[in-house]
């Protein structure tokens, strides 16, 4: 922990943050207004798996019977690969943020990572769903819960982030 305080505070460490919020923006800005809007459109507008906090079994089923065989080779080989190093990314981002700006590295640090898991296991749902076609009750009360804990945790990070910047504004 002592180490990533120190770099934090480092030339080096400035930049990785630096970089890594812009790095965060940009992949967010992709996948936001780009691929993720060609997918849907692809599922005649309906919504992916991964951006819905109540995702039902049915649901999931309706998006994957509508996409077309272009939406389904989109979502596989562009935004799922983007999706495997976008939370690399902001992983990183967050926990130098929250490092820099709480002044030390603590159990907060450590919940990017945990997000991280989160999303990481929801890409292998969608992986699995979209290999095969079909979504079964468990896939999809897993997937879900992988999306809810994902969607959390980053509620969670960006409050987190927040009350740390506005702290360290005082001194």
Do not use: H
């Amino acid at each position: 922990m002592k180490k990533l305080e120190n770099f934090v505070k480092s030339d080096a460490g400035k930049l990785a943050l630096y970089a890594s919020g812009a790095l965060t923006m940009l992949f967010e800005g992709v996948e936001t207004f780009v691929l993720i809007p060609k997918v849907q459109k692809e599922a005649d507008g309906k919504m992916i798996f991964d951006l819905s906090f109540m995702n039902s079994q049915e649901k999931m089923q309706e998006f994957l019977d509508a996409l077309s065989d272009k939406g389904a080779d989109l979502y596989l080989n562009t935004l799922l690969k983007t999706d495997n190093v976008f939370p690399l990314i902001y992983s990183t981002f967050f926990a130098l943020f929250l490092t820099k700006f709480n002044g030390k590295a603590d159990w907060k640090t450590a919940l990017p990572y945990l997000m991280l898991c989160f999303d990481y296991t929801e890409n292998f749902c969608s992986t699995k769903m979209l290999k095969s076609g079909e979504v079964s009750k468990s896939m999809a009360l897993f997937a879900n819960t992988m999306t809810k804990g994902k969607m959390l945790t980053m509620t969670t990070i960006l409050n987190l982030m927040a009350l740390a910047w506005w702290n360290s504004r005082k001194d």
